[in-house]
């Protein structure tokens, strides 16, 4: 069974190249099972096993069971592609999992000001201008700025290379999930200016690093520094309730759709779609995408 595993693992990263953070999943989901069933022989595993494991999986909520479940189908589906099985005990289960449909939270026109005004207004009480606190609340300002005006993922952000910055901070691109590319319009004035001033503000470890986003020490921003820097900016301008980089994700897409835009744009802008859905968004006008976020953007109706 372990042996089984890794090779599977193996053909994730090597054949597939899933990115770490899936690789990781896969092979919780995939221990705790092994611990589960105890068999040395994968060819002995049941339908009766998969069930009993599956009653197990119930004390979990229902998207975090359905995505265990997920990861077995895709390990024997690979092994009985390689025959290492004669018998996929999937065949013979069948399984379905109703997900609870919950809606996404966002923020308002007024919940998104208040954010960036405490931001802006951090900065400039800091009277020491080349003081690091200084260049910290530049890049505070930046990462919102980033975060509000293109929906990107925390992930997608904290590994933004600068080479990935277009002319003037014009564009950026994104490298997202299963390594798929997407180009996104900066259109705002105030997110430009927000980029380059953090480019200014760090331009040697940028360009050392070539990471975009840096922290005190020369490395790259985690995603954990940038879940912190969004808590304590919603906390300060007085929203009671948790605030995540997720969230401003949420905000962009729903803010857009507001003012009707077309949900495949939406898709594209996000990177979040299926192959089909990615393989017919592909061909997006870069000159429609343009124009959509010059007009509606949602930076362009915050009044700060």
Do not use: W
Request: net charge positive; with cysteine; glycine share 2%.
């Amino acid at each position: 069974m372990k042996k089984e595993i890794s090779f599977f693992l193996f053909h994730c990263k090597i054949e597939k190249k899933l990115s770490p953070k899936t690789l990781k999943a896969y092979e919780a989901d995939l221990r705790q099972f092994d611990e589960f069933v105890k068999k040395e022989d994968i060819a002995k595993i049941t339908k009766e096993d998969l069930k009993l494991y599956l009653q197990m999986l119930s004390k979990y909520a229902s998207r975090t069971m359905k995505r265990k479940v997920a990861t077995l189908k895709t390990f024997f589906s690979f092994l009985e592609f390689e025959e290492s099985i004669e018998n996929n005990p999937f065949h013979k289960v069948r399984i379905k999992i109703k997900l609870e449909r919950l809606l996404p939270k966002v923020l308002s026109i007024t919940e998104i000001n208040a954010i960036l005004a405490y931001a802006y207004l951090e900065k400039e009480r800091i009277s020491i201008k080349k003081s690091y606190q200084y260049k910290e609340a530049i890049r505070n300002i930046a990462v919102l700025e980033l975060l509000l005006a293109t929906g990107i993922r925390v992930s997608e952000l904290c590994s933004l290379k600068m080479v990935n910055i277009g002319k003037d901070f014009e564009t950026i691109r994104i490298l997202g999930k299963g390594n798929k590319e997407r180009n996104i319009p900066i259109t705002n004035k105030a997110t430009k200016e927000a980029l380059q001033n953090n480019y200014l503000s760090f331009q040697e470890l940028i360009d050392t690093s070539s990471c975009f986003f840096i922290n005190r020490f020369g490395n790259p921003l985690s995603t954990q520094s940038v879940r912190l820097l969004v808590k304590k900016h919603a906390l300060k301008a007085d929203i009671q309730r948790t605030i995540t980089p997720h969230v401003f994700r949420h905000s962009f897409a729903t803010l857009l759709l507001e003012e009707d835009v077309d949900i495949r744009y939406i898709q594209h802008f996000l990177g979040h779609s299926s192959i089909n859905v990615t393989q017919m968004y592909a061909h997006v006008n870069e000159k429609k995408k343009t124009e959509l976020l010059m007009v509606k953007n949602p930076r362009n109706f915050v009044r700060f």
